[in-house]
């Protein structure tokens, strides 16, 4: 594979001509690439230059590669349903747009960004546009996203749309036309950054080879913008998710990290006298603005849908009293309809002057009796489709449909709503979309795709376009966009500059930014969640030790002389007392392998796959804090090779990899202390239960030996005793010495160590509860002599780590809210 | 007529909830045919009322703040109201229902008090192809609208049964229909569900009925509870008439308007957040009652 990477430039640009040549040889009318002039096929070539440069003559190996790139960047996206994030399936090939018809849609864009805020403006204020007739009442309130409660609240900051997307196609004539627009969740932006960074990887010198406009400018003008509307100087800004069960979770984490926004849920948020808050580990601090990714119904359940449990209560109120910006505006999408797409160019015209500079499909709403008329007459050639968001009943499931492909039974059914209900439906023109080249089965093939823009308002409040965007591919030749769907591939979207072969621009580099070195606010959520990352990846280690110790020692024929059957049993005692598994009937080699196994790898709780499952969870929700290496390894799947005792290892080394990342490469914030935190808890409630287990006066050699492996100790022991194993020995060394890194004193230090470190909420100077119990705990063990180390003691010391525990918890970490039940309110 | 009412909500919880944030609906609107004479909101203990700055549709909101942890919580709405308002008389001369189709689709009226956020499905109430099915067979688009409500209410009254234990209050509408049971809030779901796949404006009520003592005997005291029906928006000269498929009548004298909006979500007398945890026991008393020497 890698020899190939070193084709020459010469032999890439006769492979490059060759690809080319065979395209375009089948290449349907209306390519995108057989169609261009010289310019744009010189960029096209320069392309599949690059491509064949990296990856050879190998197209497969090419989109692999450029897989492996998205992979690598942490791209993923969740479909709704599944509860496993699949790999993103990434073009290797760029969509190439000249910057000259570039121009052209950006300025569409923009056009239409701002008619959008006039318009909604309007309807969420005096409704001039109703009143005289230029929109139907009905056409607004058939869009579930009309939110009545945000009439007559001027949006705090000043703009309904601060963050605009359209979904576009080209036709096989090269123009461009509006398929969609997205105000309510204007999503992708965060899938076009990671496509960018993937191809830029996978195709090296291309963005300086062929002048290509870059991303960075508009995601920062993204975040002045959001800046630049909030009232204060030096602004708190967050992104708000519906959380990981959210489809682009992925996206917001990715573009959260990016912009350097607070990634925050519902439930870090509360609204006290009309402003919002983060629940932080210091205490609750203002925000001043929030991205809004969570469903705008959602958003609280005091003004919207009160059965909500993620939203923020009191939301609504706080933008009333103007003290948070909330973008998009929460009632934004009320006119991203279908049936509204209708009106637009008449709007367009009434409001601005001027046609639109981007036409939209043509679209008839069917709650005009002529356009009803229209539709039915031409059904066979028109495209039916849901006028609002809601799935009425002649289109069941809510798809739209070729009127063509209806049935007889299912064309009487929409005929007799269309009927009833005119007002549900909306017919639209049948657009083709033109085709760009993917790769399929080792080869070039053209497939019809669409396009994604985002624009944004910079801090001067203009729109900002995205040099670029997202284009969807279709994974079937039909050019009908109606059947396109989702698409299959995507790609990243190249504009490149008029004189293609010029040297790289060189953008100005934002040189003002203000240093910093505390990486700012911690929500109580993430650092509940790092906590509890700590403490299953400690868990997980010290049931993984038993477990290894088990069969290592006792069946695995090489590995040394098999363990007494005392010690045997106080093994199984261990995993007995962990829960990963009931007790084996024998201790004879099958029984033990069968219970090691369910221990390792059952699905019941806190066997280590569990514990597993949970690390990897929280992993997920946690991606933005955590080190890309550790996200993926904590991502990586169950181990299936080799017998029990690899699975083990390989699970122990994946654990002591992910303590190294921790150590090593986690900042020293306070979300590094709270992963820390959990960890040292854990690995003292682990050293805790071993002492326990072994330690009793009854202890053989073989016990105290078994005893030193479980607590990592071994070697400590030997360095300090020449002797054999002795009891007291080496209780002191497991639980009292503080020199030792593995004992319960050597965590306790570390645990008191991080408290102090943390912020506290009272300013009296005494300590907070987690800080006494740490102090207690600490002086019980300081005091307290190895010889007289029996049950009560190890019990009391347990008792002390879980009182520790919960102290961590009650003053750091969230309580939730549950919304008032109403069962049987009403009832006469 | 004037009405004493008295609805007492009181909550328990088996832990203490710190922090509540509620919004009341409570206080009967201003509608045509009834005047709100007197009326005050108590709670205990205490906490303290901000106006709600974003109103969700025909209600009266107010927004109830409790920071002190408390384990009990009784909200106690009294209201004075006067009623009269006609039993509607239906005429040759009324709208159809396919002029209310029509002038609701084309109405310039974006109010909540317009009849255009009517003529959709709402939250909790979609629209269902075997209610609209059944309801069709009384909503000929010739019909005269409010002949038709009415025709369409009793039919339900008739054909249903009154049954406390077949639903709770987020049972669908599909499901109360299927079971040809509920209570007044299924049948008006129902009914709105039905209306609105004929492409008519209807709206949900919550409010007040006056239950009428059988002979001889005492009211009943506080063994009442809110009431539900439903209205339909019959042209801008005739307005919203209201119909009460529970009972299959109309809308007129015994009814007191609470709020009006598309469904219950719109307007629950009571809904918000709680911060706690632990289980909480819900307890409703509505007592209407018709004051002595008043016509």
């Known amino acids: 594979m890698a020899s190939r990477a ?4 010469f032999d890439a640009a006769t492979i490059a001509d060759r690809w080319i040549a065979e395209y375009r040889a089948h290449a349907p009318s209306g390519d995108i690439l057989a169609v261009g002039g010289q310019a744009e096929q010189a960029a096209w070539r320069a392309m599949f230059e690059e491509l064949a440069t990296h ?5 497969d190996h090419a989109a692999e590669r450029a897989q492996r790139q998205a992979d690598d960047i942490g791209t993923g996206f969740r479909i709704p349903g599944e509860s496993e994030e699949r790999p993103w399936p990434l073009s290797p090939i760029p969509l190439m747009l000249d910057e000259a018809g570039w121009h052209g849609i950006a300025e569409g864009i923009v056009q239409r960004a701002e008619l959008m805020e006039t318009v909604l403006s309007d309807l969420y204020g005096p409704a001039r546009l109703v009143e005289q007739g230029y929109l139907p009442a009905a056409l607004v309130t058939g869009s579930p996203y009309f939110l009545r409660p945000m009439v007559h609240i001027d949006p705090p900051g000043g703009y309904q749309v601060q963050f605009f997307a359209a979904d576009l196609c080209r036709g096989p004539d090269g123009e461009w036309r509006v398929l969609a627009d997205h105000m309510r969740a204007p999503v992708g932006a965060g899938y076009a950054l990671e496509n960018r960074i ?3 990887r996978a195709l090296g010198g291309l963005q300086t080879r062929l002048n290509i406009e870059r991303h960075a400018p508009f995601f920062a003008a993204l975040r002045d913008g959001m ?14 998710t519906a959380g990981r069960y959210n489809p682009s979770y992925a996206e917001q984490a990715h573009l959260a990290r990016y912009l350097g926004l607070l990634l925050v849920e519902g439930a870090d948020l509360a609204v006290l006298d009309d402003h919002v808050y983060v629940r932080t580990i210091a205490g609750m601090k203002r925000i001043d603005a929030l991205w809004r990714r969570l469903d705008p119904r959602l958003l609280d359940p005091l003004a919207f849908d009160s059965t909500s449990a993620i939203g923020v209560p009191g939301l609504a109120d706080a933008m009333a009293a103007g003290n948070v910006v909330v973008s998009n505006a929460p009632g934004a999408g009320a006119i991203e309809s279908n049936a509204f797409a ?12 001027e046609e639109l500079k981007l036409p939209n499909i043509a679209t008839w709403w069917c709650g005009q009796p002529a356009e009803c008329a229209y539709v039915r007459d031409n059904l066979d050639r028109l495209v039916i489709a849901p006028a609002f968001g809601a799935s009425p009943l002649g289109l069941p499931g809510g798809a739209a449909m070729l009127g063509a492909a209806l049935d007889t039974a299912q064309r009487a059914a929409l005929l007799a709503d269309m009927e009833r209900r005119p007002e549900d439906y909306v017919g639209q023109e049948i657009v083709r979309l033109s085709t760009t080249p993917v790769v399929s089965g080792g080869a070039l093939v053209p497939r019809p795709f669409m396009l994604r823009v985002f624009a944004a308002r910079g801090a001067d409040g203009e729109w900002v376009v995205l040099p670029g965007g997202f284009a969807r591919i279709s994974d079937h030749p039909d050019p009908r966009a109606a059947v396109m769907g989702e698409g299959s591939w995507s790609a990243d979207v190249c504009i490149y500059g008029a004189s293609a072969v010029e040297p790289v621009t060189l953008l100005p580099a934002p040189d003002d930014v203000r240093l910093r070195r505390n990486p700012g606010t911690l929500p109580s959520r993430v650092a509940d969640n790092l906590f509890w990352l700590g403490r299953y990846l400690e868990r997980g280690e010290a049931l993984l030790s038993v477990i290894r110790v088990l069969l290592g020692n006792s069946i695995g024929a090489d590995t040394g002389a098999a363990l007494a059957a005392a010690t045997v049993r106080r093994l199984i005692g261990l995993i007995l007392s962990s829960g990963a598994a009931t007790a084996p009937d024998t201790t004879r080699r099958t029984d033990l392998l069968a219970f090691a196994r369910t221990a390792l790898e059952s699905e019941t709780t806190n066997s280590v796959r569990h514990i597993n499952a949970q690390a990897r969870k929280i992993g997920d929700i946690s991606r933005e804090r955590l080190a890309a290496d550790m996200v993926r390894l904590l991502e990586a799947p169950f181990p299936t090779k080799g017998g029990i005792l ?13 303590a190294g990342l921790a150590g090593e490469h986690m900042a020293r914030t306070d979300a590094w202390r709270f992963h820390d935190l959990g960890r040292r808890i854990e690995r003292g409630m682990a050293v805790v239960q071993v002492a326990r287990a072994f330690l009793d006066p009854q202890a053989t050699t073989d016990d105290l030996s078994t005893l030193l492996d479980l607590a990592d100790s071994q070697i400590s022991y030997r360095q300090r005793y020449l002797t054999g194993m002795a009891r007291v020995a080496v209780a002191d060394l497991v639980v009292f010495d503080p020199g030792n890194p593995r004992s319960l004193a050597f965590q306790v230090e570390a645990i008191a160590a991080h408290l102090h470190a943390l912020p506290v909420l009272s300013d009296d100077g005494l300590d907070e509860p987690q800080q006494a119990i740490a102090a207690e705990l600490s002086a019980l063990l300081k005091t307290a002599r190895a010889v007289d180390l029996d049950l009560d003691r190890l019990n009391a010391l347990d008792r002390h780590l879980a009182a520790l525990s919960d102290a961590i918890a009650h003053r750091y970490f969230l309580q939730g809210a549950e919304p008032l039940r109403a069962d049987g309110f009403t009832l006469a | 007529m004037h009405y004493a009412i008295r609805h007492v909500t009181r909550f328990d919880y088996a832990e203490p909830a710190g922090f509540a944030r509620c919004n009341l ?10 005047a709100l004479e007197d009326y005050h909101l108590s709670v205990e203990p205490g906490g303290h009322f901000v106006p709600a700055r974003a109103p969700s549709g025909l209600a009266n909101v107010l927004r109830l703040v409790i920071d002190q942890p408390t384990r009990t919580l009784t909200i106690e709405s009294t209201a004075r109201v006067t009623v009269d308002r006609p039993v509607p008389i239906p005429s040759s001369d009324d709208p159809t229902l396919a002029d209310v189709a029509r002038m609701a689709l084309n109405s310039r009226d974006l109010s909540p008090a317009g009849p255009a956020a009517y003529l959709f499905p709402s939250p909790r109430i979609p629209l269902d192809p075997a209610i609209a099915q059944w309801c069709a067979q009384e909503l000929a688009p010739d019909r005269g609208a409010p002949e038709a409500a009415i025709a369409l209410a009793r039919r339900i009254q008739s054909e249903f049964h009154f049954d406390p234990t077949a639903t709770l209050v987020d049972t669908p509408p599909a499901e109360a229909f299927a079971k040809r049971g509920g209570v007044c809030q299924d049948f008006a779901q129902i009914m709105i569900s039905g209306m609105r796949a004929a492409g008519l404006p209807a709206a949900y009520v919550s409010g007040y009925l006056r239950t009428l003592p059988p002979p001889g005997q005492e009211r009943l005291v506080g063994a009442d509870a809110t009431h539900a029906w439903v209205l339909l928006w019959c042209g801008p000269d005739h307005g919203w008439i209201g119909v009460d498929p529970t009972n299959g009548i109309w809308m007129a004298g015994d009814h007191v308007v609470m709020a009006i909006g598309r469904d219950y979500a719109d307007i629950a007398p009571i809904d918000g957040v709680m911060l706690g945890s632990g289980a909480q026991h819900m307890e409703v008393s509505v007592d209407v009652e018709p004051l002595e020497g008043a016509q």
């Open chain 1, 198 to 200: 993937a191809v830029a």
């Open chain 1, 227 to 240: 800046a630049a509307v909030c009232r204060r100087a030096d602004p708190r800004i967050a992104l708000l």
């Open chain 1, 6 to 9: 070193e084709t020459g430039l």
């Open chain 1, 646 to 658: 690899d699975r083990a290892g390989t699970l122990q080394r994946r654990y002591a990899a992910l």
């Open chain 1, 342 to 353: 209708a009106f637009l160019p008449k709007l367009a015209l009434r409001l601005t002057g």
């Open chain 2, 25 to 34: 609906r409570l206080k009967p609107i201003a509608w045509s045919g009834q």
């Open chain 1, 55 to 59: 990856s050879g003559d190998a197209l």
